[in-house]
């Protein structure tokens, strides 16, 4: 972490990777000081911000990370960053509640979630892992790569106002509401490459207006009544490439 430019440790805050102690707090402040790193302007791309980099481990939360938008600061470009599956951030808190929020709104986010694992205690149901633009705050530019979601009510939940997302390589198990999730005006969006894998609600859903909407190469596989695949409603000014790789519905 001494390093110009590396990447903010989150044990250097002094997070605790065993899932035994608390540490939204922890991690928060590693979010925050990687806010100073940041390069301001508008738009300038995923690679400028600073990177909050979670080691192999299990860290405990049971309040909202927040992702910081002023626009009059560097704040919008904080990414995180892991090792893959085993950097997992488990969420004890409150039933519907939300992990990572984009919601301080500059309009302007420019970031990515990489290799990382979200996933909620046993018994806690309705927990969203990742929320953008809450209060219409809008939240845009935002990759979503190579991440392992587990026992969330949805691994994604977009607002109004958000725009340029990108969701790749994601595999998603046991989601319990639904997977992602789309409301009001969400345009330029991209779903790549994920597997969807046993859940309840739709895998992926649109409730809203928007356009330019990319479905392309997933695998859908479930064995539950109450999965569904994809929704489109009440849409307009849509263009949509639907491109299915593999559809799987074990029976």
Avoid at 120 to 140: E, F, H, R, T, W
Avoid at 161 to 181: A, H, M, S
Wanted: aromatic share 10%; charged share 15%; hydrophobic share 40%.
């Amino acid at each position: 972490s001494m390093i110009d430019g590396a990447a903010i440790n989150v044990l250097d805050f002094g997070a605790d990777p065993t899932g035994v102690i608390e540490c939204s707090v922890n991690i928060q402040n590693a979010i925050n000081k990687a806010a100073e790193q940041g390069v301001s302007g508008y738009k300038t791309g995923p690679s400028q911000g600073g990177v909050v980099y979670f080691p192999p481990g299990v860290y405990k939360i049971s309040s909202t990370l927040e992702m910081p938008g002023d626009p009059a600061a560097a704040a919008q470009f904080v990414s995180l960053s892991g090792s893959g599956k085993a950097s997992t951030l488990s969420w004890r808190g409150i039933a519907s509640g939300v992990m990572v929020s984009y919601d301080n709104g500059s309009d302007e986010q420019a970031t990515f979630i990489e290799n990382m694992s979200f996933q909620a205690a046993d018994g806690i149901n309705g927990v969203i892992a990742i929320q953008a633009s809450k209060n219409g705050n809008g939240c845009v530019n935002l990759r979503i790569e190579g991440n392992y979601f587990k026992g969330l009510g949805y691994a994604l939940d977009c607002y109004t106002e958000t725009d340029q997302i990108q969701f790749i390589k994601n595999y998603v198990l046991l989601y319990n509401v639904g997977c992602v999730r789309m409301q009001g005006v969400c345009s330029n969006f991209q779903f790549r490459d994920n597997h969807f894998r046993v859940g309840n609600g739709w895998a992926i859903e649109h409730l809203g207006l928007g356009a330019n909407i990319l479905i392309s190469g997933n695998t859908f596989q479930s064995a539950s009544d109450a999965w569904k695949g994809i929704r489109l409603k009440e849409i307009g000014n849509f263009r949509i490439m639907l491109q299915v790789g593999l559809v799987l519905v074990q029976l």
